[in-house]
């Protein structure tokens, strides 16, 4: 095949195939798809996974996916054969996983708009690098790829090939200033910024193209409508650059003549240089200190926007980042400085401090302040050797200019106090791993963990966005794994840059095994672990910190998302007072983070980072004893909890291990024991895990034994699940018949709860099964109760009301009020369902009866709320509206705000106030109980908001679940 018959490809523009002269058409969507991704990969391989991605945009099933794509490719081949004539080949080539295809800067024009490019910016001399930039930017036929409908596709790689060709084009618009062609850039400048109104260069090119051309006005014009713009669009005044080059205008500044001919033999101003001409050369030096800005930064919206207005404010323009090692405090700080740099035409000072750096020393105030002194001009035979006076010369050097100070990784206060410059009109910013709130009008930006979608952009700029479009999974796995701590991210992301054979998914695994994962995160000079020892050494190093050290250690043990201040006490053995105050100097030493009053959490990394402290420094007994007693603290205060919420069920708190009773954290009432237990349930959860991994069996029984109704009250049957899989687990572990039975048992009406209807019968025939081998047929007949319940939810009423009927005979037996009247009460729902109303409502209050007497008012509440329904249902609906209204206020009166019940029982008023008539308030209630529902998780946004749209919306699936 001659050159004159390839088929040549565009992608600067809709997706164009060609050969001499004419269309091959590509009239499949997917194919189209397929041929966009593998040019703009072209001559590099690209994988199954990401050509999957691009063509299903991540809805696709992966199950016959990939033959698929091979079905697409297969076309797309004959396509192109077709197109290239009978002798032709196709150029794509099948490649490891995936496919690539070949081209020349000749066949493609993105391959031939690269080319340019490269050679513009190894050009001679302006014209030359004119020259080849125009050829590349005439290359563009519109909006790239319009005609390839990939989302994926266009968020990704269109976007970054529109920002390359906006980049040239901005090169281009320098390069024609510099050789004087100002007149003919006027008509496209225009153009470009009235696609591009926010981006402040092209206005800035606009505006000295207009005014080199003698169109002042115009000029200043241009400047008036992009600042309106920016206010009106985002609420900010143009940057430094716009700003200098208006005053410039202004003063019709010679500095912003340039003629052509000089233009062409020497090396011209760039615009950015140019709209600094009107701050002179003369005088003092302008120390230019920033570090580089970091490519691959990302997010820190909030912060950022916080630290601008610090600096560019009326107020003294002083702020310290603070937070923990390894949360980026360093390179946000640069990048907020170069953001404000151009408010500080005198001078930008940096200096690291070294006040965290491992095996470095911190700097002597004397040693910087002879470093920024020499930086602004001071010979070094007139800087005093005294420290304070050293100081006050700086000041005075600063006085009156417009300086920004960014003192890196301070130590603390005292290393930054001598440091601070001047005047008003100097900026200061400071990054410290302390709060450094003895500096006087110092602001403070804490600074934490990235969110999630930070983190894997970050990840993803660093090891390249393909890579990550082809493991997406794994690729979350390591960012979590990493905590979304951004040394982390990137130590991360540098070891699979220096492994290319590795695929994301193997540092996923090497990651996931926690006594190795600090060891994983370490490359070159950079280390997680020696990032946290550096805080740790400066805790250590102090005699009155050693308790302090001691709480970090053992903090470590545990496998808790965070602490309170009964448990931290618990655990060290020491009172709550002492136990808050070495909690609080931890968070000074940002070891540990205080995200609410009283409450304490540590990152999981630096947990890890304890756990090796702890191994290292304490004895396995000591360890094992203080893990033990915050166990057993738990255990007590569930068992407490249990007590009080439900009476009749304290042989609950018999199971398992027994611990004193002291151990608990002094519930004393229904309300103390539901905040309590919405604060605590995480941790309950990971304690009953980490118990059952340490095979203490007992501990592990007894705490999911006795926290079984605190959850259940709040209506937390998501985590009862959860709680109740892992103390089944446990019970299978251990053998012991009672704990297996009862795990069975909690499992089961857990799942049945949630709707796991099959799953919960098996899990209750097992409970029934092993009770009846050990001879309790109390305990027996509460498990045909629960099979009842779910043979309703099955719709096999006749069978529930069996089972029902056999579990009342052996309540009776047993002489026990509360189960009855829980029997009863289901019974009725049951009837209601199998629509023998008379029946149910008979049940129901009977039902009642039993719990009144029985003293369980709760229990009564649901009750009362199962008797309304029954009268609705029986057609008396201002009947049933009454008792509901009654049920609420017990359910205020007992504590059951803002849980499940409320709900219910809301959504049943609604339903006898629609009966009624009462539209407005029935919609009314109904919208409280799905914002309750909501809030419990219990359900989604999406069905709130259909509730909350609907003039008579469906009973929502876990309340008809329960009705």
Not at 118 to 142: I, M, N, Y
Not at 427 to 446: E, F, K
Not at 779 to 792: D, F, S
Request: glycine share 8%; with cysteine; aromatic share 6%.
């Amino acid at each position: 095949m001659t050159r004159g018959e390839e088929v040549r490809f565009g992608v600067l523009g809709p997706l164009e195939v060609t050969r001499e002269g004419l269309v091959v058409p590509v009239s499949a969507v997917k194919q189209r798809v397929v041929l966009a991704t593998l040019l703009l990969h072209a001559n590099r391989p690209v994988s199954l996974d990401l050509l999957i991605e691009r063509i299903w945009d991540g809805t696709a099933e992966r199950e016959g996916t990939r033959a698929a794509v091979q079905a697409h490719v297969g076309r797309l081949r004959g396509t192109l054969q077709a197109g290239a004539g009978l002798e032709g080949r196709s150029p794509i080539r099948t490649r490891d996983h995936g496919y690539g295809i070949e081209v020349t800067p000749d066949t493609l024009d993105l391959a031939r708009f690269q080319d340019l490019v490269s050679r513009a910016a190894e050009a001679g001399d302006a014209e030359e690098e004119g020259a080849l930039l125009r050829r590349a930017l005439t290359l563009s036929r519109g909006p790239i790829l319009a005609n390839v409908p990939s989302a994926s596709l266009h968020q990704v790689e269109v976007a970054w090939l529109t920002e390359e060709h906006l980049r040239v084009q901005a090169r281009w618009f320098d390069v024609g200033l510099r050789l004087g062609r100002h007149d003919e850039l006027v008509a496209e400048l225009r153009t470009v910024t009235a696609a591009h109104p926010l981006r402040e260069p092209f206005w800035a090119q606009l505006m000295l193209a207009l005014h080199r051309s003698g169109r002042q006005a115009e000029a200043l014009r241009a400047y008036e409508s992009v600042v309106a713009l920016l206010r009106e669009e985002l609420g900010v005044d143009p940057g430094g650059e716009l700003r200098r080059l208006h005053r410039a205008i202004l003063s019709d500044d010679p500095e912003l003549a340039l003629s052509p001919a000089a233009a062409r033999t020497a090396i011209a101003p760039s615009t950015r240089e140019v709209a600094r001409a009107d701050g002179g050369h003369d005088g003092p030096p302008v120390p230019a200190e920033l570090p580089a800005d970091a490519a691959t930064f990302v997010g820190r919206r909030s912060e950022l926007r916080l630290l601008h207005d610090v600096l560019t404010g009326d107020g003294p323009g002083r702020v310290a980042v603070v937070g923990a090692g390894g949360t980026g405090k360093s390179a946000l700080a640069v990048h907020a400085a170069h953001g404000v740099a151009e408010r500080f035409p005198d001078g930008l000072l940096y200096v690291n401090l070294h006040g965290a750096t491992p095996n470095a020393e911190p700097l002597e105030p004397q040693e910087v302040l002879r470093r920024f002194l020499r930086s602004l001009g001071a010979a070094e035979s007139a800087i005093p050797t005294e420290v304070e006076e050293a100081a006050g010369r700086f000041r005075s050097f600063t006085s009156g200019r417009r300086v920004l100070v960014v003192l890196d990784n301070a130590r603390d206060a005292a290393q930054v106090r001598l440091l601070l410059p001047g005047g008003d009109g100097c900026g200061v910013l400071i990054t410290s791993r302390r709060a450094l709130g003895s500096l006087d009008g110092v602001a403070h930006q804490r600074l934490g963990m990235l969110p999630d979608e930070e983190a894997l952009s970050l990840f993803a700029r660093l090891v390249g966005s393909t890579r990550v479009a082809e493991e997406p999974g794994p690729a979350a796995e390591v960012v979590r794994q990493c905590g979304n701590l951004p040394l982390a991210v990137r130590i991360a992301a540098a070891r699979l840059t220096n492994r290319p054979a590795w695929r994301i998914s193997t540092l996923a695994d090497r990651l996931a095994t926690e006594h190795r994962r600090l060891s994983e995160l370490r490359v070159d000079d950079h280390a997680v672990r020696a990032s946290f020892m550096v805080s740790y050494q400066d805790l250590t190093a102090n005699h009155d910190d050693a308790d302090a050290a001691r709480v970090f250690r053992l903090l470590g043990a545990l496998d808790l998302p965070g602490v309170s201040v009964p448990v931290a006490a618990a655990l060290a053995a020491v009172p709550h007072e002492r136990a808050e105050e070495l909690l609080d100097r931890l968070v000074d030493m940002q070891l540990v983070e205080n995200p609410a009053p009283g409450r304490y959490a540590m990152h999981d990394l630096l947990r890890l980072f304890a756990r090796e402290r702890a191994a290292e420094q304490e004895s396995r007994e000591y360890l094992v004893r203080a893990v033990e007693r915050v166990w057993h603290h738990y255990v007590a205060t569930a068992r407490t909890a249990t007590g009080l919420v439900r009476p009749k069920a304290r042989w609950r708190t018999e199971v398992g291990v027994q611990v004193p009773s002291s151990q608990d954290v002094g519930l004393t009432t229904k309300e103390h024991v539901y905040r309590w237990t919405d604060a605590e349930t995480c941790n309950v959860l990971a304690v009953v895990a980490q118990a059952t991994r340490a095979s203490d069996h007992e501990v592990a029984a007894a705490l999911a034994a006795a926290f079984a109704f605190p959850l259940y009250d709040r209506g937390r049957w998501g985590d009862q699940l959860e709680l109740f899989t892992t103390a089944v687990r446990s019970a299978e572990s251990s053998g012991e018949p009672d704990h297996l039975a009862l795990a069975y048992s909690d499992r089961g009406w857990a799942l049945s709860r949630l709707g796991h209807l099959r799953e919960a019968i098996d899990d209750l025939r097992r409970s029934l099964e092993v009770y009846r081998r050990m001879g309790n047929h109390h305990r027996a007949a509460t498990q045909l109760e629960g099979l009842g319940g779910v043979y309703r939810r099955l719709g096999d009423f006749e069978n529930a009301i069996g089972h029902y009927l056999q579990a009342l005979d052996g309540f009776r037996e047993h002489g026990d009020p509360y189960l009855q009247g829980g029997a009863l009460s289901n019974l009725g729902v049951t009837y209601q369902h199998a629509g023998r109303h008379r029946e149910a409502i008979d049940a129901h209050t009977r039902s009642i009866a039993f719990l009144r007497d029985s003293g369980d008012t709760l229990a009564a509440a649901a009750a009362l709320g199962n008797l309304a329904e029954g009268h609705r249902l029986a057609g008396e609906a201002k009947q049933a509206a009454v008792l509901f209204e009654e049920t609420l206020a017990l359910d205020h009166q007992e504590g059951l705000a803002g849980t499940y019940w409320e709900a219910e029982h809301l959504w049943g008023l609604g339903r006898a106030l629609h009966d009624l008539g009462e539209d407005d308030e029935a919609r009314r209630c109904w919208r409280r109980s799905a914002e309750i529902l909501l809030t419990l998780r219990l359900i989604g946004a999406e069905e709130r908001d259909a509730v909350v749209a609907a003039d008579h919306p469906p009973t929502p699936e876990i309340i008809e679940r329960h009705l």
